[in-house]
């Protein structure tokens, strides 16, 4: 079955740090990838997402690249900052099925 | 700009009691899912509905109801509520053809 993985957290760092947060997913066909951020209090909102193979995601510094070879879509930014701390999800979704299915999410928090 | 709407925001009920959780969207979209959300899982589907007048079980049905009363609004109800239930609920709405889901704020559960 289509599943996602993505590592576990807390992810702890300072200030300016690099950041990458790890998914890999399961899928029989090509899926469109996404990446999700939910602050504390608040529902998830679309940070960025990727349609196919190679395809870049990016916005608010971050970025995810679609992966086909290695069925991954890392999260990566260069230079966090204090606002960034928030649950991550990874998410697929395919456009002939209704369903979008999420990882378990990564809590990351950033020390000033 | 409303986007996705639920209520209520909290709720405290005792075991055996019943509610509904109210969603609507107003983007038009044509797909709706109520997702629930507890620590270390993740977000799981409870139900589905992708289009008016249709509705389908995701991955934990057991103990909800749904109503896909328009296209506008889609109901979660819990019969008769059980500390189990004691969780997030988000309820979601997106574009048939987008691929981009988008969320509510969240209703925070509680059963005692």
């Known amino acids: 079955g289509n599943s996602v993985t993505q590592m576990e957290g807390p992810v702890t760092l300072s200030e300016e740090a690099f950041l990458t947060i790890n998914c890999t997913y399961t899928?029989?066909?090509?899926?469109?990838l996404f990446w999700y951020v939910q602050y504390p209090g608040e529902g998830l909102q679309l940070l960025l997402k990727?349609?196919?193979?190679?395809d870049k995601g990016s916005n608010k510094g971050f970025e995810a690249t679609y992966r086909k070879e290695t069925t991954s879509f890392h999260l990566e930014k260069g230079s966090v900052q204090v606002s960034d701390s928030a649950v991550y999800f990874c998410?697929?979704?395919?456009?002939?099925?209704?369903?979008?299915?999420f990882g378990k999410g990564t809590r990351l928090h950033i020390l000033p | 700009n409303a986007g996705v709407t639920q209520t209520p925001k909290f709720q405290v009920l005792k075991t055996g009691q019943s509610m509904t959780l109210q969603c609507a969207q107003d983007?038009?979209?044509?797909?709706m899912y109520w997702y629930r959300q507890d620590p270390g899982m993740g977000l799981r589907l409870i139900y589905y509905s992708a289009s008016e007048g249709t509705t389908d079980k995701g991955e934990v049905p057991n103990g909800y109801n749904v109503s896909r009363l328009n296209k506008r609004e889609f109901s979660l109800r819990l019969e008769s509520a059980a500390p189990s239930q004691t969780s997030v609920y988000f309820c979601?709405?997106?574009?048939?053809?987008?691929?981009?889901?988008?969320f509510g704020e969240g209703s925070w559960l509680t059963v005692v």
């Open positions: 983007m038009n979209h044509n797909s």
């Open positions: 990727a349609t196919k193979a190679d």
């Open positions: 899928a029989t066909g090509y899926p469109s």
């Open positions: 998410a697929l979704g395919f456009r002939r099925d209704d369903k979008i299915i």
């Open positions: 979601a709405s997106r574009i048939i053809t987008g691929n981009t889901i988008y």
